[in-house]
């Protein structure tokens, strides 16, 4: 039995003139998001509702076939059938806004030109009411030459109608009628415009409207000072949702992970290697991809409303004069804040920019505002080494000026790289301030779904994957003279017996005081395993290299077992300095390290080691995840490890300058 064939049906329209809402309607669940054959631009492919025969493309928004940026240029292309792994199309849905018809028309125009047969959907009407337009829908059709469905927040009946439309058997057989437009004038936008305005004559009335609720609206909002101020209370709360909202999740999900990690390790009690590879390789390396959803999907369900009722272009307007001079524009402020509460949610974002090139230069420069991560580094070492010798206040400074490193450090980067290095020119901000509406929550919710099922998939397995490696470069070797030194060193510093501490290892029914020092051992040994493990050795390796800037082994090495997530620094150092769950007390690590001391006696660690850790916290690129992601939405390993080194190299010029700089002027 042959399968029948597959029909290709392209979703064509200009930005925001309700193609997504459309394509949702149509699709459902039935659809999938992946890249263009080549480009990194977004592809959405789906199956008409109980017509599986039939594949819709929703094709990137564009004005005009006469393609200005690459996501303009897939959609030309694929409508030529010039793209590279697609078919051409065998019919094209137009969208037409009726909100903004005369321009939703120029598109249109162009793609009668191509002589596929064609269906309109009419969006926005609702919108078009409210200002006094009234579109005759039979008119329409007759001045197009194919037939016109309007649809309105997408309402079942009408994407009845529509599906009707495109299954029934004339729509694929019955090419667009010849374009009113002088032939050869395909680039010829005054005789296009001066045919559109003939059919808006004969298809539109005007009635009389009252000032619009967005005009209203708009006083407020985009006033130079009152709209500034709701800029702020709506940003912020937006960001607080972020970083407060998504913290009890996390936290659940990593206690979730850490209890089956612990059950797991206690099922394995007699195999440590398998006990600890699960415990602390596999549940750790799910975790730590895991962790980060409620922040990505909390971000992109505010993003959704705040874009689904238009005032996301709003706030792009109110930024944009001081974005410019780096040569970004207003639609980059929503991923840089974003990114202070975690930079993968950020990178996502960026792609909001209008072209490649805007969304490159906001993806590199993203990681360099302090996200929530670099928290718990600033706790410690402001805890330990600020605030009991400057106060409070000084403590509350220096947390505020860790954040504004990043920000002082990215906006000539910005600069740079837009005007020298990717050379983006001049780049007006043109954009139109849609209508205010109100949410279609199938959409949102959608977008959130999107946004999460992509992380998991594009990021998490390469996560997960290093995160294993690490484990092992971790636990390995393992050597069972390590255990031998750890355990004479314990005994040693608390005046045991080592028969003693090696029975108590191995006694199960324990008094609170017994239970601690056996906690206290462990950690000890932990210590010693991971001195001298591949890791150890290795941090041990580069401390020659790390020693201008003030680090010792210890440090270098929580450096670098911090590689997959920043959080593993603070836990890393726990374990180094044999302090219980570091992570939740930084208080007790940070007596530990103000009152560790070298051979000479004097101190290890004091306040001016503590600013330049933090500075090069600030600025390094010690996060797994976001290299990964800027990888794959970028889809170049170059310009990932090249972000890399070139953060760690910054992180670790401008940190030894202020260490070297400090010790001089001390």
């Known amino acids: 039995m042959v399968a029948p064939r597959v029909i290709r049906v392209a979703l064509a329209g200009n930005p925001n003139a309700g193609k997504t809402t459309v394509f949702n309607a149509l699709c459902g669940a039935r659809q999938k998001t992946g890249n263009y054959a080549g480009v990194t631009v977004e592809r959405k492919l789906g199956r008409l509702k109980q017509h599986p025969e039939i594949e819709i493309l929703d094709l990137p928004g564009t004005y005009s076939l006469k393609a200005k940026s690459t996501d303009e240029s897939i959609t030309t292309e694929v409508l030529l059938g010039h793209a590279a792994g697609e078919t051409k199309p065998d019919l094209v849905l137009t969208v037409l806004d009726a909100s903004n018809l005369k321009r939703s028309l120029y598109l249109t125009l162009q793609l009668k030109e191509l002589g596929l047969p064609m269906v309109g959907v009419l969006t926005m009407a609702d919108i078009a009411a409210r200002r006094g337009l009234a579109i005759d829908i039979r008119a329409l059709e007759k001045q197009l030459g194919f037939p016109v469905c309007a649809v309105t927040l997408a309402g079942s009946g009408q994407i009845e109608e529509l599906s009707s439309l495109i299954t029934s058997p004339g729509a694929l057989h019955a090419p667009a009628s010849p374009p009113r437009v002088a032939a050869g004038s395909v680039d010829d936008a005054g005789l296009r415009y001066a045919a559109i305005d003939k059919i808006l004559q004969k298809v539109v009335k005007k009635e009389n409207a009252a000032r619009g609720i967005s005009e209203k609206i708009d006083a407020v909002l985009t006033h130079r000072v009152f ?53 602390d390789g596999v549940i750790a390396g799910a975790g730590s991809v895991f962790v980060f959803l409620p922040q990505i999907m909390i971000l992109f369900f505010f993003i959704s409303v705040l874009e689904e009722t238009g005032y996301l272009a709003r706030a792009a307007f109110l930024m ?127 977008r959130v779904y999107d946004a999460a099922t992509d992380f998991l998939k594009r990021v998490g397995t390469i996560i997960f994957a290093l995160s294993i490696i690490i484990w092992a470069l971790a636990y390995f070797p ?68 790390f020693r201008p800037l003030g680090f010792d082994w210890k440090i270098s090495v929580a450096i670098l077992a911090a590689f997959p997530a920043r959080e593993v620094f603070v836990s890393t150092l726990g374990i180094i300095f044999s302090v219980t769950d570091a992570k939740d007390d930084p208080a007790a690590l940070g007596k530990k390290l103000a009152a560790e001391k070298k051979a000479d006696g004097k101190p290890a660690y004091d306040t001016l080691l503590a600013l330049s850790i933090m500075i090069f916290f600030a600025l390094c690129a010690q996060c797994m995840s976001t290299l990964a992601t800027v990888r794959r939405e970028l889809g170049s390993t170059g310009w990932a490890v090249g972000l890399f080194f070139a953060m760690t190299s910054l992180a670790y010029v401008i940190s030894l300058a202020v260490y070297q700089i400090g010790r001089k002027l001390a």
């Open 320 to 446: 944009d004069k001081l974005l410019g001079w780096t040569g970004l524009n207003g639609r980059a402020f929503i991923p840089l804040l974003s990114s202070f509460a975690c930079a993968i949610p950020g990178i996502l974002s960026a792609r909001v920019m209008p072209t490649d090139r805007a969304r490159m230069a906001t993806i590199l420069i993203a990681p360099l505002m302090s996200c929530s991560a670099r928290l718990p580094v600033y706790v410690l070492f402001i805890g330990a080494f600020i605030e009991p010798r400057l106060g409070a206040l000084w403590a509350a400074a220096a947390l505020f000026g860790m954040h504004l490193v990043g920000i002082a450090v990215a906006m000539p980067l910005a600069w740079l790289l837009n005007r020298k290095i990717l050379k983006t020119g001049e780049s007006p901000f043109i954009l139109e301030l849609p209508e205010y509406r109100r949410p279609y929550l199938p959409n949102v919710f959608r």
């Open 478 to 545: 393992h050597r069972q003279s390590t255990y031998d030194s750890g355990i004479s060193t314990f005994a040693k510093s608390a005046d045991l017996d080592r028969t003693a501490v090696e029975a108590l290892l191995k006694k199960n029914n324990l008094s609170e005081a017994e239970a601690g020092q056996k906690l206290e051992v462990e950690n000890a040994l932990r210590a010693a395993y991971l001195r001298d493990s591949f890791l150890g050795t290795f941090g041990r390796a580069v401390e020659p290299v």
């Open 227 to 279: 709209g500034l101020l709701a800029f702020a209370l709506i940003i912020g709360g937006v960001f607080f949702s972020i970083y407060a909202g998504a913290r009890p999740v996390m936290d659940a999900i990593d206690a979730g992970m850490k209890a089956v990690g612990g059950f797991l390790g206690g099922k394995f009690e007699a195999y440590p290697v398998t006990a600890s590879l699960l415990s």
